[in-house]
């Protein structure tokens, strides 16, 4: 079975940083777009950031300029470096692989960032 497993989450102070990771396993890593969405309790999940499996970005409005998406095709891990971190990006951060010669799509668990003095 797939398996999607994010990490890296925790409580920072408005202008700090942090870095997540999402380790993906029993998945032929390089042939998915790797995405990372957030939600908070009463709100849509969003789309924060993609990286394509040319690695080619996107990222949402309301986090480009502070926010990273990478990945490493050996590691099968991809990453979000989240800069300069304001409290309205306090949310439940999910991982997502949307395959390219299938249309399959899995979900990490999740891991909590919380932005607050």
């Known amino acids: 079975q797939v398996q999607l497993v994010e990490s890296g989450g925790g409580v920072v102070q408005p202008g700090g940083s942090l870095r997540l990771s999402c380790a993906a396993s029993r998945i032929t890593f390089s042939i998915y777009n790797m995405a990372w969405h957030r939600q908070t309790p009463g709100k849509e999940r969003e789309l924060v950031a993609r990286i394509t499996t040319s690695a080619n970005t996107n990222y949402g409005d309301s986090v480009k300029g502070r926010f990273t998406i990478s990945r490493d095709n050996i590691k099968k891990t991809v990453y979000l470096e989240m800069n300069s971190l304001k409290p309205e990006d306090t949310a439940t951060y999910f991982c997502?692989?949307?395959?390219?010669?299938?249309?399959?799509?899995?979900w990490g668990q999740g891991t909590q960032v919380t932005v607050s003095s």
């Open positions: 997502n692989a949307r395959g390219t010669i299938y249309n399959s799509e899995y």
